[in-house]
């Protein structure tokens, strides 16, 4: 149990374009799914959390409107980086909570070019 | 902010070999989980820990949380080559009306077999 799904896992845009990521949970219902980043031979930076019928919640320095959720059902969440730049390139990795733990996506590697 | 200092950065061990990992904060924490990274993939959670002193093995695995809520280490015990990846530790606390999970930056670990 307790599988969280990531699509797509790769994606490469052109500057400027915007870029949707899909976040599900499999198997169980969330109503609380997190976004983060990681560099590489980084760890995991939250972004922001994600709750079902509300608006998400963004960490400081994360601009809001450059990178939209939308947590629409109690099994998916979506990213979309808008006007995608070089500098967001980067992992991007959901995760889902069920009770007190917090189970991760596959991430979707970004590549801005 | 809150931060985990996590330690080793990396260690390299022969295959059979114990190995232990530690976490340390200046900030308590309600929830400690370990989480085991393999390259291009999401974090998996191996434990997850909920009280004080609380000691919790998983097979060859074994992790503890601090008295003081502060603190955590890890140990697998006779390590085998697909132990290899990044094992990072998580606090979880209630911020801002939501649980939250802040990382340590990691501890890459390679078993020579």
């Known amino acids: 149990g307790a599988v969280v799904s990531q699509h797509p896992s790769r994606v490469i845009c052109k500057s400027g374009t915007s870029v949707k990521i899909e976040c599900r949970s499999l198997d169980f219902q969330a109503t609380t799914m997190f976004w983060y980043r990681q560099f590489p031979k980084q760890s995991l930076m939250l972004m922001a959390t994600s709750n079902e019928g509300s608006k998400a919640t963004y960490e400081q320095g994360v601009e809001k409107d450059k990178f939209l959720i939308n947590h629409a059902s109690l099994t998916l969440s979506t990213l979309t980086v808008t006007s995608a730049h070089p500098e967001d390139s980067s992992f991007y990795i959901c995760?889902?909570?069920?009770?007190?733990?917090?189970?991760f996506g596959p991430g979707t590697r970004l590549t801005v070019t | 902010g809150q931060q985990l200092n996590q330690s080793p950065q990396s260690m390299f061990i022969q295959e059979g070999e114990d190995v232990s990992m530690n976490c340390t904060s200046s900030?308590?924490?309600?929830?400690w989980l370990w989480y085991k990274q393999d390259p291009g993939e999401g974090p998996v959670l191996l434990i997850a820990l909920y009280k004080a002193g609380e000691l919790t093995s998983n097979g060859r695995l074994t992790a503890q949380f601090g008295i003081t809520r502060k603190d955590s280490f890890l140990n697998i015990s006779a390590s085998i080559p697909s132990d290899v990846g990044i094992y990072f530790c998580a606090g979880q606390l209630l911020q801002g009306g939501s649980e939250k999970l802040v990382f340590g930056k990691g501890t890459k670990l390679t078993v020579n077999p």
């Open positions: 900030s308590i924490f309600n929830t």
């Open positions: 995760s889902a909570r069920q009770g007190f733990e917090q189970y």
